[in-house]
């Protein structure tokens, strides 16, 4: 029985290690994304040139 409660203690912080990589990578995702707004006319000139 005490093993199952440690394996289930392991899991959870897992799963707490996991939903935190998944914000962080969603919040460089917004951010990056915030940024090539704010860069959009430089990204289209880019796109234009490699055309």
Known sequence: MK???KYVKQNKAQA???T???I???ALMF???IIFNSQS???QSL???KD
């Open 20 to 22: 935190i990589w998944i």
């Open 47 to 49: 796109v234009e040139l």
């Open 41 to 43: 006319d430089n990204f």
């Open 31 to 33: 951010l990056s994304f």
């Open 24 to 26: 962080a990578a969603l």
């Open 3 to 5: 093993k199952i409660i």
């Open 16 to 18: 707490l290690n996991t």
